[in-house]
């Protein structure tokens, strides 16, 4: 292929960026590559977006047409805000489109580590670049509200695409690529060798998106392959197909112009019911699988794809444990933020806050549990009070499972905060639910049922406890049993806290202590922040640190006499 985008080009445009995202990983300040602020994308940003999307619906997706192994075209995604987007995408033949894919391997993977990265930034700059276009995509997939669509769908995302690729580039380059050896022999000469060391991908990698942060959670492991030398296949969740589409769309066009085969990144759109990532994970090309889900098919995924190394997200119980605070106002109005958020629809959000049913010290005096279940209540209250705010904030109900669950929840406790439904200005069809606090004893048998398992939604319990202590035992039990993407905590005491960094060490789960300010329990950022530790039931893998993308390759040793 003839390249438009030659290395010298991609340098030019991408290195010193590259070694600016590698500097930020060893020094874990704030750094962000894309800016997060809808201004930054132009005054009409929103506007184009919108119309470059509104072009899309009620057709098929045909800067897709190309791909080779088309069978046929399925689609169906409905917008939470109440539409249909009537897109069609290609349905693929494995047995022809995987063969395609592994076409392009040996060139790509003869690129090497520093090529490989900067078309990789190419691919993320014209993304970043379209980041209204896949605002509007994910907010009409997810039920994301606007503001938090372009943010966590656009720049967050494509920072965490990014910080993947500076840790590809700093694992295969972590042994030189040549190397002159030479072994002293007394007086018969020394030996000597030519060694080369040539960082090998393991694979066809498979993408399996989830529903809620399709490219947030996707670009990690996309980009995390395609930096090592891997294909990848997308295999986007049927409700959410649209900005894994876009991007696998550009990212084609770009590997196509930067000279080499697009079928490096191929998009697997599934019929209604095909339950298609089942066969794709089972398939020997299939040598890499990301997921992000539901925690029986991870489990069924990490037994049964044995071909594949599997890095999985999945459900866990995330906890937050109140004995103490010097700010009252602050942690409340932080924890109603974390509840309200994306209608809870994060796999960060808090679910248990456990609370000493004796009460709680503050800096203007102790409250009791009923008072500060009554105070957050009320916090939520305040923040949601108006509907616009907060149909802003709280985005559209996901499906309709999510729904189910606030209707149900009642029945698991006795409510502190009842759901109510907001009316959205601008799309009267969405289904918009305010969350739902439900007070229960942690010593109830019944109680415990219900609070130890994920529920998934705008539904947060607030478990009286015996004590401090009591919480942190709790606490250790709920991440060893049924893992946490996050554990927040709050207390004047050294000796609390103490005990919970030492249960987050011993359990590995990320820990936030007594955060009361504009940093939410729920937001990670890129570069610095940890999302899940791969320590615990909740996740097997990181966002993103070294084991994340070491495995996705192996070093290749030739020797030859110097």
């Known amino acids: ?9 991609l340098a030019e445009r991408h290195r010193q960026t590259l070694d600016d995202a590698v500097a930020a990983l060893r020094s874990r300040a704030y750094w962000s590559a894309y800016p997060e602020s809808p201004r930054a994308y132009g005054e009409d940003g929103a506007e184009r977006g919108r119309a470059a999307f509104d072009a899309l619906r009620g057709g098929r997706f045909e800067a897709l ?99 993947a690729v500076a840790y590809a580039f700093a694992e295969q380059t972590r042994l030189p690529s040549r190397a002159e050896w030479s072994k002293p022999q007394g007086r018969r000469g020394a030996l000597e060798l030519h060694k080369e060391f040539v960082p090998v991908p393991r694979g066809i990698a498979l993408l399996i998106g989830c529903n809620t942060f399709p490219t947030w959670n996707g670009y990690p492991g ?12 997308v295999k986007p969740h049927p409700r959410a197909v649209l900005p894994l589409a876009l991007t696998v769309a550009t990212a084609r066009e770009t590997l196509a112009e930067a000279g080499f085969d697009p079928n490096l990144v191929a998009l697997a759109a599934e019929l209604p019911g095909e339950g298609l990532a089942k066969g794709l994970a089972l398939r020997p090309e299939v040598r890499i699988i990301d997921y992000t889900g539901s925690t029986e098919f991870g489990e069924w995924l990490e037994r049964h794809a044995v071909q594949a190394r599997v890095y999985t997200e999945k459900a866990g119980v995330n906890t937050v444990v109140i004995d103490s605070t010097a700010d009252y106002q602050g942690m409340l109005a932080n924890l109603a933020f974390s509840l309200s958020l994306y ?50 904030l709280l985005g559209a109900v996901v499906n309709p499972a999510v729904r189910e669950r606030i209707e149900g929840a009642p029945a698991l406790g006795e409510v502190a905060l009842a759901s109510r439904p907001v009316a959205h200005p ?22 415990e049922k219900a609070y130890q398992q994920e529920c998934f939604g705008p539904v947060a319990f607030a478990v009286a406890v015996d004590s401090a202590e009591h919480a942190v035992a709790l606490l250790r039990r709920t991440i060893a049993e049924r893992g946490a993407m996050t554990v927040g905590g709050y207390t004047t005491s050294p000796e609390v806290e103490r005990q919970l ?16 300010g504009g940093v939410y329990v729920n937001q990670t950022a890129a570069f610095s922040d940890l999302h899940g530790s791969g320590g615990n039931p909740a996740a097997n893998a990181a966002y993103t640190d070294a084991a994340f993308v070491a495995d996705r390759f192996r070093f290749v040793e030739i020797r030859r006499p110097a």
Not at 1 to 9: C, F, I
Not at 146 to 160: C, K, L, N, S, Y
Request: net charge negative; hydrophobic share 40%.
């Open 501 to 516: 960094v030492e249960v987050c060490l011993e359990e590995c789960a990320q820990l936030s202590l007594n955060l009361t």
């Open 1 to 9: 292929m003839n390249a438009v985008l030659t290395a010298d080009v």
């Open 426 to 447: 601008e799309f009267p069809g969405a289904t918009v639910r305010t969350p739902v606090l439900l007070r229960l004893d942690g010593a109830a048998p019944e109680a």
């Open 343 to 392: 209608s809870g629809q994060m796999c960060t959000t808090p679910q248990n806050l456990l609370i000493p049913r004796g009460g709680i010290g503050t800096e203007t005096g102790p409250k009791s549990y009923e008072e500060v279940v009554a105070d957050l209540a009320a916090a939520v209250q305040k923040l949601l009070g108006d509907d616009t705010r907060a149909g802003a």
């Open 65 to 163: 047409a190309d791909q080779p192994g088309t069978d046929g075209w399925a689609g169906g995604e409905e917008s939470p805000y109440g539409f249909a987007l009537e897109i069609g995408y290609p349905h693929p033949d494995p047995e022809v489109l995987l063969p395609a894919m592994r076409a392009g391997t040996a060139g790509w993977r003869s690129a090497g580590p520093a090529v490989r990265a900067l078309v990789c930034l190419e691919i993320l700059a014209r993304l970043n670049a379209r980041t209204m276009e896949i605002a509007h995509a994910v907010m009409h997939t997810t039920g994301q509200g606007f503001g938090m669509a372009v943010q966590a769908g656009g720049p967050h995302a494509q920072d965490r695409g990014l910080e």
């Open 222 to 233: 996309l980009f995390a392959s395609l930096a090592t030398g891997n294909p990848v296949l």
